[in-house]
């Protein structure tokens, strides 16, 4: 069984930046292509960004150029660097871990921005 614990998410202005940290309780963290969902209030889950074992990188149109998906397998952690962000960007984020059709997810972190 997976588990992943998501943090870093809270309050931040307009134009500001967070960094969203995913850590995967998972042997073989490095097989598993992650990625970063994000639900807003009366909304769908939509895919933000994804990252393959091979480190290919995937990005929804609207946060293309403002946010970066990394990983770290040594330490069993995928990252969302998200710079310049915008009202819109207000959702519970989550973290996916996906491999050979199996998902797991994480609870989510919420992320607001306001001024």
């Known amino acids: 069984q997976v588990q992943l614990v998501e943090s870093g998410g809270g309050l931040v202005q307009p134009g500001g930046s967070l960094r969203l940290s995913c850590a995967a309780s998972?042997?073989?963290?490095?097989?598993?292509?992650m990625g970063w969902y994000r639900q807003a209030p009366g909304g769908q889950r939509e895919l933000v960004a994804t990252?393959?074992?091979?480190?290919?990188?995937h990005y929804a149109d609207s946060v293309k150029g403002r946010f970066t998906i990394s990983r770290d397998n040594a330490k069993n952690t995928v990252y969302l660097q998200m710079n310049n962000l915008k009202p819109e960007d207000t959702a519970v984020y989550y973290c996916?871990?996906?491999?050979?059709?199996?998902?797991?997810w994480g609870q989510g972190t919420q992320v607001t921005v306001s001024s």
């Open positions: 998972v042997v073989i963290f490095r097989l598993y292509t």
């Open positions: 996916n871990a996906g491999l050979a059709g199996t998902h797991y």
């Open positions: 990252i393959t074992s091979g480190r290919n990188t």
